[in-house]
């Protein structure tokens, strides 16, 4: 009888494992028909080591096309939140792939860290999240890495691509802090780490022509050469979408179809509900994806700026997309809300400031805390300079960048359309009003014939489980957004999984958003439980934190029944204080001690359990 015990370790599961997503099908094929040879010879031989090949098996020889790779194994691991991290990991192995060497591409969400002690070649892509943080689905890979159970790494090699913000204090922090720990733990590195902001097109594509370069075998055939980083930037990556099809680089114009504002009158904050339309586009999405809205900056911010400077509006100027007149590269092509270290550099040398030298000179807590106060128009009212040129004002300013909004809607239920809540960012700096450059952009599109450039952007890290699953969401504000979306596909598909809503918002007479939906999905069953919690209505403030304590046995029983919990909205504050509660819960109602109850709450993120989309 054969044995029931596996005959495999887990660290020969995760080597296989390893090796077969570096093997196309001809090298799969001849290598299942080596191991069967060995297998044939019984055990005797294989295990003595004795030398055995393809043709002693029974098998033909392999020819050298098919044989192993003589490379070592490489291992692309990313961590990412808006997607970025994973589409450069995707060019990477594209890159990787031409060169004849083949990679393995992982999520650190579903890596099983330990296996890190058996990479060979290791490129680590990663963002880095708000004030410092590695991307929330990646938390539990940056803990076992930084802990004391991480391994050796002897023998390993590795470079780091970091994706940032340089307006944050902590600029590029995640990745720095993989690379440094890489280091300590004896790996040798391929190639010094790359941080790039937020325009980070041209660095990575650097990056990974470098380290594709390094990693080439030396016998590689002379008419392979290395790619060339502008090659890598425009080479279509292996499971990326052709450049046809819409997408970040080629996004789609879409019709506005409705815009109103959901928040009623006398509230402190306007959210607008905002509907799009992707007829004719070909792009699809599911419920938990986001919407990638390509903006225009503020008429208003523009005319001030040329007002200031005493440009001409025409005055030719260089941009990526070629020469464009000042105004309209102003509007549509650079980002001239926020300033950058980029601006404080080229404006520092510009005006002469000792206040902004000092700045350059000084520590990175102190530039963000001047970016706060001061954006570009500022600059340029504190600092004026005299004479200055359309090429040297645009120098210093970075690429606009899209940004990124969960969609409120099913397709299931609105076909052709995504939707979107928005947050209209509105307040006062320097006794100027100034608004959000996305949310200010999509508040004016209320014309008949206005469009808006769009792309869609998976998040496979928030996403419904099977129909039967219970779900309990949590959301402040346009947090709420992707739980239209989960509630409009449950009750399109008819599901049968209990749902249970917490959400927050500041007063129930004018911020219940979408309360006549709320109420309807309750009446037909497909919401089980809402609990919505006001802040600014009672005596005393009171969030979805304090909700859920206050409904801690149900908590615990719903997660014991088998529950997913998401939790959607802000990461720095709101979803701290959640993580806090649940913690809480588990160890009043689960009578875990502290210590245990956070090791649930971890368990539960790798068992995509506890799921977060926070900003």
Known sequence: MPSSVPVLTPEHLEHVDRLAGSLDRDQAIWLSGYFAGLAGQGAGGAANGAATNGASAGLVEPSPAAAAPATRLLTILFGTDTGNSKELAGELRGAAKAQGIEATVADMADYKPRALKEEQDLLVVTSTHGEGDPPPNALGFFEFLAGRKAPKLAGVRFSVLSLG?????????????????????????????????????????????????????????????????????????????????????????????????LTGRGSSKETRHVELSLEGSGLTYEPGDALGV????????????????????????????????????????????????????????LSGAKELQALKAGDAKARTAFFREHHVLDFVDRFPVAGIEAEQLVKGLRPLQPRLYSIASSLAAAPDEAHLTVSTVQYDLRDLGRTGVASGHLARLTGEDDTVPVYVQSNEHFRLPADDV?????????????????????????????????????????????????????KDGTLTKLDPVFSRDGATKSYVQHRLREKGAE????????????????????????????????VEHGGLDREAADAHLTELQRDHRYLLDVY
């Not at 325009?199 to 075998?217: H, Q, S």
């Not at 997309?321 to 270290?341: M, S, Y």
């Not at 999984?497 to 007479?509: D, I």
Request: charged fraction near 25%; glycine fraction near 6%; proline fraction near 6%.
């Open 470 to 522: 219970p779900i309990i969401m949590v959301g402040a504000g346009t947090g709420v957004a992707p739980y239209r979306a989960f509630l409009q596909e449950r009750e399109a598909r008819g599901a049968a999984g209990k749902s249970w809503l917490v959400f927050g918002e500041r007063n129930f007479r004018t911020d219940f958003l979408y309360q006549v939906e709320w109420q309807q999905l309750l």
């Open 555 to 586: 908590v615990w029983a719903w997660l014991q029944d088998g529950a997913r919990i998401y939790v959607c909205g802000d990461a720095n504050a709101m979803a701290p204080d959640v993580h806090s509660a649940l913690a809480e819960i588990a």
């Open 294 to 349: 390509v903006p225009l900056n503020d008429p208003a911010l523009v005319d001030r700026l040329l007002e200031r400077t005493q440009l001409s509006p025409d005055a030719p100027v260089t941009t990526k997309q070629g020469e464009l007149p000042l105004r309209e590269a102003l509007t549509r092509t650079f980002e001239i809300t926020a300033a950058t270290p980029r601006f404080l550099d080229q404006w520092a040398e």
């Open 165 to 261: 913000d340089s307006t944050y204090e902590h600029y590029c922090s995640a990745g720095k802090q993989i690379d440094a720990r890489l280091e300590e733990l004896g790996a040798e590195r391929i190639a010094d780490r790359v941080d790039c902001d937020v325009d980070y097109e041209d660095d990575a594509a650097a990056w990974i022509a470098d380290v594709v370069a390094k990693l080439t075998p030396d016998e590689a055939p002379a008419t392979t050469g290395a790619p060339s980083a502008a090659a890598v930037g425009t080479a279509p990556a292996s499971g990326v979408a052709p450049a046809t099809a819409h997408s970040k680089k080629h996004p789609f114009a879409s019709a506005v179809l409705d815009n109103v504002v």
